[in-house]
């Protein structure tokens, strides 16, 4: 047999039933250029891991699929949740020997992480 390699994330989709109105929380937000049509494309931003994002698996009430944005103020970006259609799960919170993070949704309830730059 072959060495084989890990199989990294490529790409990730947020599905919506008001996709202008997803594309509008996003773009504000996380300054994401967002472009227009039948499928809102959002190009890799800059700053992020070199390899590549990261993830996880993790036992959970739940189902489903959560982003973790880094974002350069977390206050901030909290602050633009509200006005923007989207929920503030939690207060920031370190993570022991890690990042600070925030728990929100967005306007059709999906969870995000926000991550403290």
């Known amino acids: 047999m072959s060495q084989d390699w890990a ?3 490529v790409h990730w989709e947020i599905e919506a039933r ?4 997803q594309r509008a929380f996003y773009a ?3 300054n994401w250029p967002i472009g227009q049509g039948p499928v809102h494309n959002v190009p890799a931003g800059l700053g992020g891991p070199q390899g590549g994002p990261a993830g996880h698996i ?3 009430d739940r ?3 959560t982003l973790y944005i880094q974002v350069r103020d977390l206050n901030e970006a909290l602050d633009g949740v509200a ?4 929920s503030v799960l939690s207060d920031p919170f ?3 020997g890690g990042p600070t993070l925030a728990a ?3 306007p059709e309830g999906n969870p995000v992480m926000l991550v403290q730059q």
């Not at 008001?18 to 109105?21: A, I, K, L, Y």
């Open 94 to 96: 370190d993570l022991p």
């Open 58 to 60: 993790r036992a959970s």
């Open 104 to 106: 929100i949704t967005d």
């Open 18 to 21: 008001d996709p202008e109105r």
């Open 63 to 65: 189902s489903g699929v």
């Open 7 to 9: 199989r990294p994330v």
């Open 83 to 86: 006005a923007l259609g989207g």
């Open 28 to 30: 504000t937000l996380f």
